[in-house]
């Protein structure tokens, strides 16, 4: 048995030490890194965001990966993320798997792993009102010509343009009203 002194550092742990200066020791980085760069909340780590990725994130996002239904849902939320960016938004409130029900819903025979993989390249998932979060209830489908479509609408036009097309022009809006999506089935 090894006596505390050869055992290695990361072994034995870290006495409890205020951080001071809003900084903290990364053991991999070996240096005073910000503390925005350490996970928040949870026991306290000497490890950095980033060198956790690599430890152990980026192994179990190739697994996940490697699962090809996985990385098609993981697809169509990527495209929504990068979407809200669009929109101004900092996050989403919508997970994969409410995009699979969502999937489900408008296949109602059943969605298996090639239909999956098939909707991931055809369609998309975008904001039935451009100026709240993406979220299951504030979500339509929609093709990809048609995504393509309504962000140049959002582009030229604001909200105005982006809904007006979304609902398919068809607004039942008077002249003096703001225009506002109606709830959208999940249809294409």
Same mark, same amino acid.
């Given at each position: 048995?090894?006596?505390?002194?050869?055992?290695c550092?990361?072994?034995?742990?870290?006495?409890?030490?205020?951080?001071?200066?809003?900084?903290?020791?990364?053991?991999?980085?070996?240096?005073?890194?910000?503390?925005?760069?350490?996970?928040?909340?949870?026991?306290?780590?000497?490890?950095?965001?980033?060198?956790?990725?690599?430890?152990?994130g980026?192994?179990?996002?190739?697994?996940m990966?490697?699962?090809?239904?996985?990385?098609?849902?993981h697809?169509?939320?990527?495209?929504?993320?990068?979407?809200?960016?669009?929109?101004k938004?900092?996050?989403?409130?919508?997970?994969?798997?409410?995009?699979?029900?969502?999937?489900?819903?408008?296949?109602? /025979?059943?969605? =298996?792993?090639?239909?999956? $993989?098939?909707?991931a390249?055809?369609? %998309?998932?975008?904001? *039935?009102?451009? @100026?709240?979060?993406?979220?299951?209830?504030?979500?339509?489908?929609?093709?990809?010509?048609?995504?393509?479509l309504?962000?140049?609408?959002?582009?030229?036009? /604001?909200?105005? =343009?982006?809904?007006?097309? $979304?609902?398919?022009?068809?607004?039942? %809006?008077?002249?003096? *009203?703001?225009? @506002?999506?109606?709830?959208?089935p999940?249809t294409?």
């Amino acid at each position: 048995m090894l006596s505390k002194s050869t055992m290695c550092v990361h072994c034995i742990g870290f006495p409890s030490v205020p951080d001071r200066g809003g900084v903290r020791f990364c053991t991999h980085c070996e240096d005073f890194v910000p503390l925005a760069k350490f996970q928040s909340g949870g026991p306290r780590r000497y490890v950095c965001k980033f060198h956790m990725y690599i430890a152990s994130g980026q192994r179990s996002s190739k697994k996940m990966l490697s699962d090809p239904q996985k990385r098609a849902l993981h697809q169509l939320w990527g495209r929504a993320f990068k979407d809200s960016k669009l929109f101004k938004q900092p996050r989403i409130a919508i997970t994969q798997a409410e995009i699979a029900k969502i999937l489900a819903f408008a296949a109602p /025979g059943g969605v =298996g792993k090639s239909g999956v $993989l098939y909707a991931a390249k055809v369609f %998309a998932i975008v904001p *039935s009102d451009p @100026t709240k979060a993406l979220s299951a209830a504030n979500s339509a489908l929609v093709s990809t010509s048609t995504r393509s479509l309504l962000m140049r609408q959002w582009k030229l036009f /604001g909200k105005e =343009g982006y809904c007006e097309h $979304l609902t398919g022009g068809n607004g039942s %809006a008077g002249a003096n *009203s703001e225009r @506002t999506p109606e709830p959208l089935p999940h249809t294409v």
